[in-house]
């Protein structure tokens, strides 16, 4: 079935550095999205992607869909202590709105 | 509401007995979605709605799950004879937008289920 894989699982990184992490599939996505999960919260929606090679951003987010579609990227720039957390991304199955999740990336940050 | 709203947000079951979770969508939002979430992973699509139609249960992992939303608003997910392998968090989603903004969907914080 469709599959998402991110990479990397988890980062360790200094408070005012840039983030890249990506999600992969075998399989063509026509939208993705980028979630953040915070410990005892459900996930937040950040950044919703919908053509091949877009470029969103949102405040120090920017998200980008992959021209091959199966493939998305997600930066953060100047990296501060409540970017903590586990990034995921989703797409919606085809034909289906149902959405399939990659097993996240897990982000800490080193003050 | 301004946003989705689960209850209880924890629960605590003895296996065997049955647990019943209460989702709150936002108001209109004519879709309604259930995941379950193990811990370490991403969540895992269970059952969707749309208004009181239940469209698709093909993520229900057993009978003894069971998934409604009578009058299209409020949705129940209902598990009977819980087993320790029932232990995550169910998370409940909800979205309205028509065209490409239809896949946005708006997650509660979740119920973690905890089977002893």
């Known amino acids: 079935g469709q599959q998402l894989n991110q990479s990397p699982q988890s980062m360790f990184i200094q408070e005012g550095e840039d983030v890249s992490m990506n999600c992969t599939s075998s399989?063509?996505?026509?939208?993705w999205l980028w979630y953040k999960q915070e410990p005892g919260e459900g996930p937040v929606l950040l950044i919703a992607?919908?053509?091949?090679?877009e470029l969103t951003s949102n405040g120090r987010l920017t998200a980008q869909f992959g021209i091959t579609r199966k493939d998305s990227f997600l930066n953060i720039s100047a990296s501060i202590p409540s970017d903590v957390g586990i990034y995921f991304c989703a797409g919606p199955r085809i034909s289906a709105q149902k959405l399939v999740f990659g097993q996240g990336t897990r982000l800490t940050i080193n003050p | 509401g301004a946003g989705v709203s689960q209850s209880p947000r924890y629960k605590v079951a003895k296996r065997g007995q049955d647990v019943a979770l209460r989702c709150d969508p936002i108001?209109?939002?004519?879709?309604l979605f259930w995941y379950q979430q193990a811990l370490g992973q991403g969540p895992e699509f269970l059952t969707y709605f749309q208004n009181e139609a239940q469209l698709d249960k093909s993520g229900l992992p057993s009978d003894r799950f069971f998934a409604e939303r009578p009058e299209g608003s409020v949705s129940t997910l209902k598990i009977q004879r819980t087993q320790q392998e029932d232990s995550a968090v169910y998370l409940c989603?909800?979205?309205?937008?028509?065209?490409?903004?239809?896949?946005?969907?708006?997650f509660g914080p979740g119920t973690r289920l905890t089977v002893t």
């Open positions: 399989s063509i996505f026509n939208t």
């Open positions: 989603a909800s979205s309205s937008r028509s065209g490409q903004g239809v896949n946005e969907q708006y």
């Open positions: 108001s209109g939002h004519v879709s």
């Open positions: 992607l919908y053509k091949a090679g």
